[in-house]
């Protein structure tokens, strides 16, 4: 049973800077595909960033050279380090995790990914 578990989320003002944290209990972490998504209310969720197994990063325009998308493979953790925030960011932040496939790249669709975290929550206040 694959389990994701976020951390880190709060309330910030714009310009400050948040590490979102998502540990996983997967015996085989450091070959999964890992991303963060976000989704503000009535909105659809979103891809903020995603990390392949061989470390490759890949991030949303909205959030280049602000945020940092990062893993610990020892550890089993997923990080995500949130700087210049903004009052736009703010959205509930979720760990996701696919199981290896044939797949060259991971990908940045919601449906593509197999586990969830509960999703932690990012206010920024301007």
């Known amino acids: 049973q694959v389990q994701l578990v976020e951390s880190g989320g709060g309330s910030v003002q714009a310009g400050g800077s948040l590490r979102l944290s998502c540990a996983a209990s997967i015996v085989t972490y450091s070959i999964y595909c890992m991303g963060w998504f976000r989704r503000e209310p009535g909105k659809e969720r979103e891809a903020v960033a995603y990390i392949d197994s061989d470390g490759t990063t890949t991030y949303a325009d909205s959030v280049k050279g602000r945020f940092t998308i990062s893993r610990d493979n020892a550890q089993n953790t997923l990080y995500l380090q949130l700087d210049s925030l903004k009052p736009e960011d703010t959205a509930m932040y979720y760990c996701?995790?696919?199981?290896?496939?044939?797949?060259?790249?991971?990908?940045?669709?919601?449906?593509?990914?197999?586990?969830w975290g509960q999703g932690t929550q990012v206010t920024v206040s301007s």
């Open positions: 996701a995790a696919r199981s290896p496939t044939s797949a060259p790249r991971c990908s940045n669709h919601p449906l593509w990914y197999n586990y």
